[in-house]
T-cell receptor, first 112, second 115 residues
Framework: DQQVKQNSPSLSVQEGRISILNCDYTNSMFDYFLWYKKYPAEGPTFLIS?????DKNEDGRFTVFLNKSAKHLSLHIVPSQPGDSAVYFCAASANTGNQFYFGTGTSLTVIP | DAGVTQSPTHLIKTRGQQVTLRCSPK?????VSWYQQALGQGPQFIFQYYEEEERQRGNFPDRFSGHQFPNYSSELNVNALLLGDSALYLCASSWGIYTSNYGYTFGSGTRLTVV
């Protein structure tokens, strides 16, 4: 049972444009969400997080939006750079513990 | 400052064998979580160790067991290997059971192939 879903396996964007990566979840108990970036042969690297008490969190070029009613979050990267090319994972956890549920990832390619 | 280190990086085992994977957490971290990432999937939580005890467990059979040592390093053991156990095994460390706003720090993983 996939509680966190990333329905777009891949995304290609021109350098300088906006990249929007989407994530949906089913468990209404989730209250903490993270995005990780993963390069080949490396472990995932933390990118940005948001708690359920907020609807937006911004860190430089990266902004995460949370729509609790739709159980949807998105990651915006502006402007996109070739170094952003990686697989992006969305993850969520509930207040019952520290277990994170991950989506299947979206492979982002930023074209120079 | 060393991050999370995992060993070995690659491993090939035969079905039915047993395997032990090792993890040293990032300096200053005391909690270790293990995840399994099958090909084309996201990481799936196996279990978490804190204060040398298993604190949480995901939906994995008892063939998967672990241990945490006083220096916070950890081992993941898998018995009676199945072909379906072939995956990338990721170790993640954090400070305390509940992660901060910065989530885990992941290692690069151990690629296990069962033949």
């Amino acid at each position: 049972d996939q509680q966190v879903k990333q329905n777009s396996p891949s995304l290609s964007v021109q350098e300088g444009r906006i990249s929007i990566l989407n994530c949906d979840y089913t468990n209404s108990m989730f209250d903490y969400f993270l995005w990780y970036k993963k390069y080949p042969a490396e472990g995932p690297t933390f990118l940005i997080s948001i708690s359920s008490i907020k609807d937006k969190n911004e860190d430089g070029r990266f902004t995460v939006f949370l729509n609790k009613s739709a159980k949807h979050l998105s990651l915006h990267i502006v402007p996109s750079q070739p170094g952003d090319s990686a697989v992006y994972f969305c993850a969520a956890s509930a207040n019952t513990g520290n277990q994170f549920y991950f989506g299947t990832g979206t492979s982002l390619t930023v074209i120079p | 400052d060393a991050g999370v280190t995992q060993s070995p990086t690659h491993l090939i085992k035969t079905r039915g064998q047993q395997v032990t994977l090792r993890c040293s957490p990032k300096s200053g971290h005391d909690t270790v979580s293990w995840y399994q990432q099958a090909l084309g999937q996201g990481p799936q939580f196996i279990f978490q160790y804190y204060e040398e005890e298993e604190r949480q467990r995901g939906n994995f059979p008892d063939r998967f067991s672990g241990h945490q040592f006083p220096n916070y390093s950890s081992e993941l053991n898998v018995n009676a290997l199945l072909l379906g156990d072939s995956a990338l095994y990721l170790c993640a460390s954090s400070w305390g059971i509940y992660t901060s706003n910065y989530g885990y720090t992941f290692g690069s993983g151990t690629r296990l192939t069962v033949v």
